[in-house]
């Protein structure tokens, strides 16, 4: 496939949220919570540190669902305007995983939270759910136009969990709505060999080429990935071929 108009990539169609971008160093889904708490403490203000720790003790006292509504669900919502938007996915991800949140529970704060909340679950889905059974909320995040909840659904979690056919159609959703795919987990492992994946780059491009639209940069990293052998550096098995 030749390589016409590369650019980096911008949505083709109407998103919500910011466009997702790496953090300061310690991202919620994959910084294990006693270095994402120590990464978090010493970067809040005093305030802001005797919040955390009432949350997080309210949490480790009242863990689970206690009623209709626990108290450190309540927290969930304050972490914004406690903590600042920068650090508030990091807090209510230390709070779920303080009340040992389980799929159940989860999927309770998922439904029922704001955008902000619910890509704070994704985050925390890695470190409390070891097996498939919030994979809904991963797709579900996967079918919003809003990029943050888009990226946080391709975290370690959703590489993982997805099967073949959602999750390559996940990366070409990182395509078309400017997800950077450097904030897709996995992909160098997931990609390799993956000639279905491959052939769906090369059709989206075709179709952007023939649109006179630019193609992605990330399209031409990815399908890099994609020629390596499957194995090369490590027993993996190679996926599935059909879409």
């Known amino acids: 496939m030749t390589r016409p108009h590369a650019a ?11 466009p997702a971008a790496p953090g300061d160093g310690a991202t919620p889904a994959v910084t294990p919570p006693a270095d994402l708490r120590h990464h978090l403490t010493t970067r809040l203000d ?22 209709p509504i626990s108290v450190w669900e309540l927290r969930l919502a304050e972490a914004g305007r406690r903590c600042g938007p920068e650090h508030a996915d990091a807090a209510r ?18 439904r029922q939270g704001t955008a902000d909340e619910r890509r704070a679950v994704l985050h925390a889905l890695p470190h409390l759910v070891p097996g498939p059974e919030a ?32 999750w390559r159609h996940a990366v070409l959703k990182c395509l078309f709505t400017g997800v950077p795919v450097d904030l897709v987990a996995d992909l160098a492992r997931r990609a390799r060999g993956d000639a279905e994946l491959a052939r769906m ?13 630019t193609v992605p940069e990330d399209l031409h990293r990815v399908l890099a990935l994609t020629e390596a052998a499957p194995g090369a550096d490590g027993p993996d098995t190679p996926h599935g071929k059909e879409s």
């Not at 911008?10 to 910011?18: L, Q």
């Not at 991800?93 to 998922?110: K, N, P, S």
């Not at 909320?137 to 590489?159: F, H, I, K, Q, S």
Request: net charge negative.
């Open 8 to 18: 980096p990539a911008g949505p083709d169609a109407g998103t919500t949220g910011r």
């Open 46 to 67: 005093g305030a802001a540190r005797a919040w955390l720790d009432q949350a997080l003790d309210e949490a480790t006292a009242h863990p689970g669902a206690h009623g």
């Open 93 to 110: 991800v230390l709070i779920l995983h303080a009340a040992t949140a389980d799929a159940e529970v989860l999927t309770r704060v998922y």
């Open 135 to 166: 994979l809904p909320l991963v797709e579900d995040a996967l079918r919003t136009n809003d990029t943050r909840l888009v990226a946080a659904a391709l975290g370690p979690y959703g590489a993982r969990h997805l099967d073949d056919h959602a």
């Open 201 to 213: 780059l090369g059709d989206y491009a075709a179709e952007r080429t023939a649109a006179r639209r």
